[in-house]
C-alpha cells in the first residue's frame, strides 16, 4: 500500500512469499536504504526478499534469496530485522531459542549463504530492536527478561546484558526510543501476560537497567510502535482489538493521553508507525 499524508491507504501490489516451501509469513523488515523488503516465513521456515520500487513501492521478488533458519522444520520463528547500519539481517526463533544472523549486500539484496545460528542468552526470545550504536536488545519470553548483544564484522553475537527480568510476565515486543532531546536511549518491553510495559535505560556500553514498570490493566499488549519523532507510542490490545497512544517523557515514562480507538480486525498481526 501507498500512504497518503491524511493516512489514507492505495493497494499497490501484493506478492507472495512461498519461495522453496515456505509459507505463513510472520514478520517482514525494510532495509535502512529503503531499497529491500525481508520477510520470514513461519512454516517451513525461511526468509525472502524482495526490491522496492523507489517511485510506486511495488515489490518485486528477488532471485535466489531465499534463506533456511537453523532448520527446515517448525522452529517458530517470531521478527526478522536489519541492523541500523544494513550489513546484516537478525531473525529470533522462539522454538529453538536460537538467534540467526546474516551478512547483507547491500548492492545486489542478498544476504551471505548460510545464517550465522547461535544460542540465545535466554529462551525464547521474541522480540528485538537496535539501540543507535548498534546493540542488539532481545525480549525473552520465558522468564520475561531482556538480554543486549554486539555484532562483530562477521556477524557474531557477544552477549552485554544477560537476562535481565521486567518484573512481568511474557516479555514480548521491543520499542526503543532515539529521541535526541532524552539523556538516553530507553527500551519499552511489553508484556502480554501481566499486562505491563517495562522501561529500561540503554547505556553506552550496550547493557540495560530495568527503571520501572507499568501496569496496563485492562490493556492487553501485542504490539507496539513509536512515531518517528518518538513522541508518542502506539499500543495494540489484542483482547479488545483497540489502538491506545501515550506519550513518553524524557525519562521513559510512557502516559496515556487518549481513550483507546477501537475497531482493529480480530486477529491482526503487526503494525507500523510513523
Known sequence: FSVARNG???FVNRVTTAVKGGTLPKSVSISPDGKYLYAVNGLHSNIVGFTINATTGALTSIANSSRPLSSGTFVEPCQIGFS???KFIVVTEILTSKIDTWGFNSSTGLPTTVAKVQNSAGPQPFGFSFDKAGHLVVSEMTASTVSTYSISSNGTLTLISNQVPDNGSQACWVAITNNKAFSQ????????ASRTLSVYGLNSDGSVTLLHSLILTPLSPTDEALSIDNSFMYVRDGNANELSVWSISSDGTPTQI??????LPTNGL???AR
Not at 487518549?258 to 475497531?263: F, I, R, Y
Open 185 to 192: 536511549q530507553y527500551a519499552l518491553i511489553s508484556d502480554t
Open 84 to 86: 541500523p547500519n544494513g
Open 258 to 263: 487518549d481513550p483507546p480507538v477501537a475497531g
Open 8 to 10: 489514507n491507504l492505495t
Open 270 to 272: 503487526g503494525m507500523a
